[in-house]
């Protein structure tokens, strides 16, 4: 008789071909024949209190490791539970999959318990969406969404299995087990809009260029670091391009954006789409020339008109741009030094305007302090996770990560709720890191309880709770609005004492009111070497400037 193999046996024989090692999770009794299987292939299972830590895990995975991330959840609530985490993968573009369980398909349209139609709920917000119709097509299948995660711009993708399906048992020589199927994604772009490019840079006297997060999808920062570098153009990042160039660099700037973006005759705009966060492109000067460089075809030119689009890998374009305008005779870099000095004072008159807030003693504390202590503390292998409304806006002007691939925000779509679970696949893929996550009180309280996660799997990480007991960036646009009088409607919380919490829960815990103990508190959380939360008081009557500029308060 041949051998027989089971459908969950055939799901992590087919992670472990994708090179998945670990998934995360919340059990039901669906997918429980996953689990043996993935005992039996060495993936390691991380079982979550809520299946939302579980999606956004997988996407931080993918995120850290450059590989793909997957979430394994049962039927029904807990499929729906991972909708968010699915959809903030989708518009950051982060590859992960999805396993979902499903009623078997012969009680199918019968009411099984938790039976919904989870294909017609996903395919809005994935890539690639299916059933697995039987046994013998498991492994096929999920090698199948897998590769669809990697059609263009990276992306989630999502498999329902029902529970007969798994559970079944066919022949091994009749089920399809692919090991050699991916093929390399990286296009190169359009040589002759590459010389194009390159032509454009030798006659521009004030380019700058914007990288995005794809430079970090396609782990091109050597590539964006050698033509900032060759070509002497001044260079902002966002998203997780963060730290492709160290602070301090010649070519980093932060704070004079939107200077650059309205005295600049070529703006190079890389991995990003011209989005809310863009002003949906018209933020950026109208006599400019307009570059846009992107993985996915469909982004490029939307929402505004552009000079020239090339799409393809990043990295890619940005050594073919590099070389072929360093073989011209003039290419432009020489004569750039008074355009990279008219920023660089404008960088520095924008620090220093805001450097007594970031050394404030106020209390409260000001949110200012309390990011530039976090920025001031970390290393150049500390992960930076931002989870969170008005507290990480403020981060964002003020944390520079030290290193490429060291921060992790949500995306565009801006979802509360990300940090512990992105904080438990950070250290978890790389643990040599050190991890620190700045949340909002708001942010935290929604997906916390998984605190206990990462101290039953042994994962060290800092914490620290920027807590104003309030929703401030929202509690912002209701007195914009409404007034003052109508400000705290539905948007207040309780002085809720965190470290504690984390005490209470296995870990350190501290509580801080008092900005000259915000540096020696980060440091007992480094030396714990325990899951953290440091429950820093800040002042709720203050907002970050992003905060008071959002375009839905005008």
Known sequence: MSETISGGHLVAKALKAEGVEVIYTLC????????????DEGIEVIDVRHEQVAAHAADGYARITGKPGCAVVTAGPGTTDAVTGVANAFRAESPMLLIGGQGALSQHKMGSLQDLPHVDMMAPITKFAATVPTTERVADLVSMAFRECYHGAPGPSFLEIPRDVLDAKVPLDKARIPKNYRASTRQAGDPESIERLADMLAHAEKPAILLGSQVQTCRATDAAIDFVRGLNVPAYMNGSARGTLPPGDPMHFQLSRRYAFTEADLIIIVGTPFDFRMGYGKRLSPTAKVVQIDLDYRTVGKNRDIDLGIVGDPGLILSAAAQAASGRVENGAARRKEWIEELRAVETQAYEK???RQLSDAQ????????????EFLTEDTIYIGDGGDIVTFSGQVVQPKS???????????TLGVGMAFAMAAKKARPDKEVLCLFGDGAFSLTGWDFETMVRFDLPFIGVIGNNSSMNQIRYGQAAKYGEDRARVGNTLGDVRYGEFAKLLGGHGEEVRDPADIRPALERARESGKPSLINVWVDPDVYAPGTMNQTMYK
């Open 364 to 375: 409260p504390i000001d949110p200012y302090r309390l990011v530039h202590e976090i920025n």
């Open 404 to 414: 490429p691939g060291h921060w992790m925000d949500p995306g565009p779509l801006g």
């Open 28 to 39: 039901g009794g669906h997918i429980i024949d996953i689990y043996d299987g993935c005992v």
């Open 354 to 356: 805001r450097l007594p």
